[in-house]
Every structure is written in structure tokens, then in C-alpha cells.
């Protein structure tokens, strides 16, 4: 059975190897590859975040009433990393690896910790009170690509 820990959690490392792609060619200073590669990690991450946002923590916060709690935490870094994400485009567009880099290394300090609050704790109580409609959600989910 799919369950969310193992529908989410692995699209967390797709995300993570695009990262990485994107990031090496901006260390060497391919920007074609740079600039390609981080569209693709750009897209992979909103996507990510757009599963979770509009299907998984609504349906978790219905069913526990947790509103304020970890859903409201993980929306937080959500949007902290998508400043990270405009701000390296921009650096992208700009060939400016400096502040790419740099902002790479937050980013990835942030998904770090964020990911692995969300495969430690928020999948598997999500995975627990949302039992009965694991099949459902992930298909919406799914149906998101």
C-alpha cells in the first residue's frame, strides 16, 4: 500500500539529485547547464510543495484540527525556500555564482532539516491519521503532475 512516507519522501531525493545537478554546473560555471538544471529543480520543488500544500495539509489539518501546528511550520520553511529558490534564479540569470552558491548552501541547509522533519515526523502522522484516505490523496496527488 502507498502510504505518504513512500509517495513524498522519495520525490524529496528527485528534488535533491536535481539540486545537485544544478548546483555542480553553476560551481563550474556551465551556466547553460546551471540555468537548465535549476528550472528543472525550480519546477520539481513547487510541485513538491503544491502535493503537500493544497492536498496533504489540508486533509491532515481537518482530521486532527492542527491548524498552528507542524503543517503551519512546514508552510513557513515552504516559503522561506521559495525565496531561495527566486533568489537564485535571479543569481542564475545573472551568471553570478557567488550568490547562486551561496544561496544554494542556505537552501540546502533548509531542505536538510526541513526534509527530514517531514519523513521523521509529519508523513508518519499523517500516515496514522489519515489511513483511511491514503489512496485518495495520493491519487490527487498524482493527478497534480
Known sequence: MTTISNFLAPDHQRCDNLFAVAEAAAARGDWDNAATGFVHFQNAMLH???????????????RTGMTQGPTAMMRSEHRQMTDLLNQMAEAAARKDS???????ETLLIIMQQHNMKEEQMLYQMADQVLAGELEELIGRMRAMD
Open 48 to 62: 513538491h510543495f503544491a502535493m503537500e500544500e493544497e492536498v496533504m495539509f489540508p486533509a491532515f489539518e481537518t
Open 98 to 104: 557567488d550568490a547562486f552558491l551561496g544561496d544554494a
